[in-house]
């Protein structure tokens, strides 16, 4: 009974000979997930729509480990497919995936394209399925695999302005629930992570307005915003042997704000 607790080791953590895809690894949080895998000793292949990979390989090259990228549009069911058929070219193997990538539109809801609801709802819920499929079919055959979906808080809230978003952000945590009950049975392992509010590049806009940026601050109990760093050690351990037991559930990493009216 006692011997696996004496056996325990932090190797559980370890990502090394791993081969992880995050999807929109090249800037601002999937970049922190990206470096965060390569010191903890996987491999990365990152799928962007921005031609800005120079840092991103540079900071995982630095840590010894390879990168290669594929550029695309993940609402294009096709650059889904070559996703997976390069990395599977280039390392044989995927051992994890990250549905990080992501994009939002702000409008009210009263004048919200429709062409900007699809995009919106094509790049973060659709290709989370597809992708997920995809890599599911490898991981069966591989024996496991670890599949961890970005969310955030409004995967239970909501927010003005942002209509896709927060139906895609839902949907998330369904797409999360079902592949955990479809997939547990091949040792596949499919969580989110949720962020909550992080100063990034893209979200600029909202935390360089004071107003808002002060109401969402005095919601959060930490008392600030939070930044990639706060976001990679979840995302680790979600990737990790460490999670090995957890499996259709989602962890918020927000500061508290998920617990405050």
């Known amino acids: 009974m006692t011997e696996p607790i004496k056996e325990f080791s932090l190797d559980v953590f370890s990502l090394k000979g791993k081969v992880a895809i995050i999807t929109g690894g090249n800037t601002n949080l999937g970049l922190g997930y990206a470096v965060a895998f390569a010191k903890a000793g996987a491999d990365l292949y990152i799928p962007h729509f921005t031609p800005d990979t120079a840092e991103a390989q540079r900071l995982i090259e630095a840590e010894g480990r390879r990168v290669k990228f594929i550029q695309g549009d993940l ?6 497919r070559n996703i997976v058929d390069d990395c599977l070219k280039e390392y044989g193997k995927i051992d994890i995936l990250v549905n990080n990538a992501g994009t939002n539109h702000f409008e009210d809801v009263t004048t919200f394209p429709d062409e900007k609801f699809k995009q919106v709802t094509d790049i973060n819920l659709n290709a989370v399925y597809y992708l997920g499929h995809e890599v599911a079919k490898v991981m069966i055959k591989q024996g ?7 969310g955030s808080v409004l995967s239970f809230t909501a927010d ?9 952000k839902h949907g998330v945590i369904g797409i999360t629930r079902y592949f955990a009950n479809d997939l547990g049975k091949y040792n596949i392992q499919t969580n989110a992570l949720c962020p909550g509010f992080i100063k990034t590049e893209i979200n600029a806009a909202l935390s360089d307005d004071t107003t808002f940026y002060d109401k969402i601050t005095n919601r959060i109990p930490a008392g600030r915003w939070g930044s990639a760093e706060d976001l990679m050690g979840t995302a680790v351990f979600l990737a990790s042997r460490a999670s090995d037991y957890m499996n259709g559930w989602y962890l918020s990493v927000d500061g508290g704000f998920s617990t405050t009216l």
Do not use: E
Request: proline residues 5%; charged residues 10%.
């Open 160 to 168: 003005t302005m942002c209509p896709g978003y927060v139906v895609s």
């Open 75 to 80: 609402s294009d069911n096709g650059y889904v």
């Open 144 to 150: 496991g695999g670890k599949i961890v979906n970005i």
